[in-house]
């Protein structure tokens, strides 16, 4: 078989498979009118599909005249990939099969140790969420890890993630690669969390995006014409990096970033004490806006300071939606406060939403790239142009699984 002919097959199995995936169960005869193809060609495909494992045969499908039509869906467990999302107090991990399905949680609190202890506590919670539903261990294909910084392909280190002991110092990807058996992806976790709305929450219909994480720190991730900006480093989004807020100049602008310093939960602490020599934490903060107009000058300085961010935001990516998220992102109170300063600044309208997915967008975003990873290496073999859109993610099994 030449190379012209040989992708042309993984194209036509690729659109086979991405067809099942969507509107299965479905019929040969359906497939073929929706694709275009021959019904040899098609019989071809769906028999190698079929004897790798990937799709199979259900249901028998009655017309009025002639023989029952044979009805395909996708083998919802052929493969499985973990979704990690890593957090400084937190780990949580899902798995997810290739019918889109995304079964309960793993989570505890992370190894303060960090480092390679964190890579053991990952790989054992990747095969607990498994052994929960009683899957497979030998089917899980891939991982894919939200990280809170910024991952090193050359290295495998994550930089600028200060909450979590000796990630720097780590080839951490191959680490957990080895202890897991498989290969890993490591992404930024704002990253995952725009992919997560866009895949399964409140941006489903929306190809520009941006997705503002707002609690112990600020970041975006960004999504443009339907695909991720990550940038040559992978810094994309670093929010609390703009140069305003606190003097950009400053030697702790460059460490923490200009606007990091005046909007991150620690800056809302800080500004409350040096208003009233108190020392509170933010959720106190929130619960004295109907009293205290202190804690509304706290509450206020952060929403303008953030909807200037959201102003950068606009000017630079023109976005279609912006969604928030984070701790205290997700909050009402200043999400308000927010909306009504960027109206103030804005010349085109942009919708301006609260995260569906809330702290699980980083998690089902993970699953989202992890799936796409699985559907480009096992099905389409890097063939250009192969590419499988994913049907829309089933969280119905999103239960938690709680070790502390």
């Not at 019904?39 to 599909?49: C, D, F, G, P, R």
Request: hydrophobic fraction near 45%.
């Amino acid at each position: 078989m030449t190379e012209t002919a040989n992708n042309i097959r993984r194209l036509n199995k690729c659109n086979v498979f991405e067809v099942i995936a969507h509107e299965g169960p479905i019929s040969r005869a359906a497939i073929a009118k929706r694709l275009g193809l021959s019904k040899q060609t098609l019989s071809e495909v769906a028999k190698e599909l079929e004897s790798e494992g990937w799709v199979q045969q259900v249901g028998l499908e009655r017309g009025n005249v002639g023989r029952a039509a044979m009805n395909f869906e996708v083998v919802p467990d052929a493969a499985f990939v973990a979704a990690v999302d890593l957090g400084g107090t937190k780990v949580k991990v899902a798995v997810a099969n290739l019918a889109c399905q995304i079964f309960g949680e793993a989570t505890e609190p992370t190894d303060p140790k960090g480092g390679l202890d964190v890579v053991r506590q990952i790989a054992r919670l990747c095969r607990q969420a498994m052994a929960e539903h009683d899957l497979d261990q030998d089917r899980l294909r891939l991982a894919v890890v939200g990280v809170p910084g910024v991952p090193d392909a050359a290295t495998g280190a994550v930089k600028m993630a200060p909450n979590i002991a000796m990630l720097d110092e780590i080839d951490f990807s191959g680490e957990l690669s080895k202890a897991l058996g498989f290969d890993v992806v490591i992404e930024n976790d704002v990253n995952l969390a725009v992919l997560g709305e866009h895949w399964g929450g409140v941006a489903q219909h929306v190809d520009d995006l941006a997705y503002v994480a707002l609690g112990t720190g600020i970041g975006a991730g960004i999504i443009l014409n339907g695909e991720l900006v990550r940038g040559k480093h992978g810094g994309a989004g670093e929010l609390g990096y703009l140069p305003f807020g606190a003097d950009p100049f400053e030697d702790a602008s460059l460490r923490q970033g200009a606007l990091e310093r005046v909007t991150a939960t620690d800056a809302m602490r800080d500004y409350y004490f040096e208003l009233t020599g108190e020392k509170i934490e933010v959720p106190e903060i929130f619960n004295r806006l109907d009293e205290d107009d202190l804690a509304v000058k706290v509450i206020d300085r952060t929403a303008r300071e953030t909807a200037r961010a959201l102003a950068a935001i606009c000017a630079l990516m023109d976005p279609e939606q912006i969604v928030f998220g984070g701790s205290i992102g997700r909050r009402e109170e200043l999400f308000t406060r927010i909306k009504a300063q960027f109206a103030l600044i804005t010349r085109e309208p942009v919708e301006l939403s609260i995260s569906e997915l809330g702290g699980k967008a980083a998690l089902i975003g993970a699953a989202s790239l992890g799936l796409s990873h699985v559907h480009a290496t096992l099905l389409a073999g890097g063939v250009p142009g192969a590419e499988i859109t994913l049907p829309p993610a089933k969280l119905a099994n999103l239960g938690v699984v709680s070790n502390g």
